[in-house]
């Protein structure tokens, strides 16, 4: 058995891109931390049109930023905020300070992180798996409203159905 012997190919789909659709989500954080925003974008894609293809995510920010994570256990989060806190310490000297000392440790953070995303769409639905969501980090210490851009492209649902 060769190595590529054991990667399994499964086809989801094929057919001609019939359909995009975009839209900007404002999502309100609290302050530094996790926020959820799958429900969000399942609303959004389930009166998109897309039956398959592919959903992108950007964050229009440069100190919040988009991971796709586990969402059963809130430890995950936590511990992965504390882990970001020893890369990016907010307590330590930058030279960029202009717009306040948690504003460089956020640049940081979000570098380390993802300012966009890519999720296929089959059947229309995010194709996450079972214990994954989509969620925008804040890295600011005050609240935000921050804007999200979504865009799927792919099948129409009326073409899927055919």
Do not use: K
Not at 43 to 61: E, Q, Y
Not at 79 to 104: C, F, K
Not at 142 to 156: F, Q, S
């Amino acid at each position: 058995m060769t190595q590529h012997d054991a990667i399994e190919t499964t086809p989801l789909g094929a057919g001609p891109v019939t359909r995009q659709a975009s839209a900007r989500l404002v999502v309100r954080t609290r302050g530094p931390g996790f926020t959820d925003i799958t429900h969000a974008i399942r609303r959004w894609l389930a009166t998109s049109g897309i039956a398959d293809g592919l959903l992108t995510v950007f964050c229009r920010h440069t100190s919040a930023s988009l991971t796709i994570q586990e969402n059963a256990d809130p430890d995950v989060r936590a511990d992965l905020a504390t882990a970001l806190d020893h890369l990016a310490p907010r307590n330590r000297a930058y030279v960029h300070a202009i717009e306040g000392p948690d504003d460089m440790p956020a640049h940081i953070r979000t570098m380390l992180t993802d300012a966009s995303l890519a999720v296929p769409v089959v059947s229309g639905r995010l194709a996450l798996g079972t214990w994954q969501g989509i969620y925008l980090i804040e890295h600011r210490e005050r609240p935000h409203a921050r804007e999200v851009l979504v865009t799927a492209i792919g099948a129409a649902q009326d073409d899927a159905s055919a």
